[in-house]
């Protein structure tokens, strides 16, 4: 009975455990964000490197309804930063066809009008860990090093959140 014990106490604490060491590998601030170049829905290039000298507020998503609920978070960021070094990006990293995407998107609340991309290949999947946590929100600073990251949990990633982050990145202090 006790070699049973130590057993499920040993189960429960890999449980425990196992996220957050699979999160070590996705949480990478302070790090160069991995580049990727990716197209848009609109059928328009847009490569990570592209974007350097603006705050990018990147999203990766598949098709769920957290996702749903992040990248109509992401929407109010946009419309939000308008006229700022500020570019919000989404990305189905999940590797779903583009009308499976579209149709997805169509089901948000809001219309989206930041540049969403798909990937096919699941590239930023490998390279940024999404694949293990959806949504996922990374923050970028102008040089391309991420500054803040939150994965899958709305509640600490919503607009005000991303926005006040944003605002600690704008070099001027430009209000948001």
């Known amino acids: 009975m006790k070699h049973y014990r130590v057993s499920l106490v040993g189960l429960a604490m890999l449980l425990v455990l196992t996220p957050a060491v699979w999160a070590g590998g996705v949480w990478k601030v302070g790090e160069p964000a991995p580049t990727f170049s990716l197209t848009s829905l609109e059928g328009h290039p847009l490569s990570l490197q592209d974007l350097r000298g603006r705050v990018v507020v990147l999203g990766l998503f598949h098709i769920c ?40 998107l169509g089901t948000f609340p809001v219309k989206v009008t930041y540049p969403y991309l798909t990937d096919p290949d699941r590239v930023t999947d490998r390279l940024y860990g999404g694949g293990r946590f959806i949504p996922n929100v990374y923050i970028l600073d102008q040089s391309g090093v991420i500054r803040w990251q939150r994965v899958g949990n709305m509640a600490l990633a919503d607009s005000a959140a991303i926005l006040e982050e944003i605002s600690k990145l704008l070099a001027d202090g430009e209000p948001v």
């Open 65 to 104: 309804e957290p996702c749903r609920i992040q990248g109509t978070n992401l929407q109010k960021v946009h419309e939000a930063t308008q006229g700022q070094r500020v570019s919000v990006v989404g990305v189905n990293s999940s590797g779903d066809s583009q009308t499976d995407v579209q149709e997805f």
